[in-house]
């Protein structure tokens, strides 16, 4: 299992010491850095700057929203990070939520399925050269309507490789196997190697369509993962509570939040269901608290480093292909010394 370093999408500003971070990672022979975006900094030009900084780290986004641009804008976008990294660019997609494609991109949000395969089969096409034309149930290219005058066209750009690995962020099952049909790879959050048979049943559907790209044997798992190092186990949950509590309470209205659905699909909607009141209510403080332990230790790797290389190791027996974490530079360290043994 490779490693990976996430830069996630900044706050109100970029955050301190990213550039020597990236640094730390590629010489400590990390596979990736990934980047993010939400309703703030994009992906793409904080991954381009840090990028270019670097000669060997593989550039993905986990993830690129589709709504923020059309799929050939995003075709653009890759074939031109593909260039100028010399190969090494991962597009990383994901459909978001209804509460951020409709409040701030000002986009629909029916049928993410059927959109998200339309995008992909557009952004192929583009990847191709080819002449771009599409008439699907989400987008039509040329458009109908309008001028009248629009026109099929072909990209000017000559891409470095046609086949530039596309992953899909995926939660629900039926996107899960969506991502095992038609991507290379998929970005799951809040993924638990100790209760993943669901997932494996959702990968296992999409790989025995017809037409399937990949099977198991070939199919990237790029997971983030919240690692906390700390001698003191409860300081190290508490970290991770927060970000659970945030994901499960509040990114997401209530019964259309993705992120809940995952824990209670782990058997803890009860706690799901308390942390979501606490949390709408603006109880913030104790939502993070209702979150149990063992909810922070399926998820995620926390507490003493010999604690976390022990826990490691179900990690690498798990479908996950390369996890991607954040941290200290002793962090970094830590889990480059665990994953090498």
């Not at 969506?178 to 790879?185: F, S, T, V, Y």
């Amino acid at each position: 299992m490779k490693l990976g370093l996430s830069l996630g999408y900044w706050g109100a500003r970029q955050p301190d010491g990213q550039a020597d971070l990236v640094a730390m990672a590629e010489a400590l022979g990390f596979d990736s850095i990934w980047s993010a975006e939400a309703y703030g900094s994009d992906a793409l030009t904080p991954l381009a700057w840090l990028g270019g900084q670097t000669s060997t780290l593989r550039l993905g986004t986990s993830i690129i929203q589709m709504s923020a641009r059309t799929p050939t804008a995003t075709a653009m976008a890759a074939m031109t990070m593909d260039r100028l990294s010399g190969g090494r660019f991962v597009l990383g997609l994901g459909a978001s939520g209804p509460q951020v494609v409709e409040g701030w991109y000002g986009q629909p949000y029916p049928k993410p399925l059927a959109r998200s395969r339309e995008y992909i089969e557009i952004l192929r096409r583009a990847l191709r050269r080819e002449i771009v034309t599409f008439d699907g149930s989400q987008y039509t290219i040329p458009y109908l309507g309008g001028t009248g005058l629009g026109k099929a066209l072909r990209s000017t750009l000559h891409p470095l490789r046609t086949d530039i690995p596309i992953l899909l962020a995926a939660e629900g099952p039926k996107n899960v196997a969506l991502a095992a049909e038609i991507a290379d790879g998929w970005l799951p959050l809040f993924y638990s190697p100790y209760d993943d048979g669901h997932y494996r049943a959702s990968l296992a559907k999409g790989f025995a369509r017809p037409g399937a790209r990949r099977d198991l044997k070939d199919f990237e798992v790029v997971a983030t993962v919240n690692v906390e190092v700390d001698s003191d186990l409860e300081r190290a949950a508490e970290r991770v509570r927060q970000t659970l509590a945030l994901y499960i309470g509040g990114m997401g209205a209530r019964g259309v939040n993705f992120h809940y659905e995952v824990f209670a699909r782990m058997g803890y909607e009860q706690e799901c269901e308390r942390i979501q009141d606490l949390f709408l209510s603006g109880a913030k403080g104790e939502a993070a608290a209702a979150v149990p332990l063992s909810m922070v230790e399926k998820v995620a790797l926390v507490g003493p480093p010999a604690k976390i290389a022990d826990e490691f190791a179900a990690w690498k027996e798990s479908l996950v292909t390369t996890m991607v974490i954040s941290g200290s530079p002793q962090t970094l360290k830590v889990m480059a010394d665990i994953a090498s043994r």
